[in-house]
């Protein structure tokens, strides 16, 4: 079993920036792809961002690629999403998630653990 724990959300004007992390319980964490989605109300759980287990591989969607970038801290068990240029649109709730799969994913259904989530709120 794992365990994700999102922090750092909250509410930041457009133009900002906003830092998420995702804590993870087991020992095993290192071995396990994590990727963070996003859900704003009323719409489908979108893919943000994944990294491969080393960190050394990563993917984005286009809508935030060039201003967000993922990485993660295998020795703290934790994922981070650095969030830049931040606009209204951005604005959902995060969420970290890890996968079993070998190799990094992107795809919500590939994913086995969830986080219970973290808002995030760009004003205008």
């Known amino acids: 079993q794992v365990q994700l724990v999102e922090s750092g959300g909250g509410l930041v004007q457009a133009g900002g920036s906003l830092r998420v992390s995702c804590a993870a319980s087991g020992r095993t964490f290192s071995r396990y792809p994590m990727g963070w989605f996003r859900q704003a109300p009323g719409k489908e759980r979108e893919f943000v961002a994944s990294i491969s287990s080393s960190g050394l591989n990563t993917y984005y969607a286009d809508s935030v690629k060039g201003r967000f970038t993922i990485s993660r801290d295998n020795r703290k068990n934790t994922v981070y999403l650095q969030m830049n240029s931040l606009k209204p649109e951005d604005t959902a709730v995060y969420y970290c998630?890890?996968?079993?799969?070998?190799?990094?994913?992107?795809?919500?259904?590939?994913?086995?653990?969830w986080g219970q989530g973290t808002q995030v709120t760009v004003s205008s």
């Open positions: 998630a890890a996968s079993l799969q070998s190799s990094m994913v992107i795809a919500a259904g590939q994913y086995d653990y």
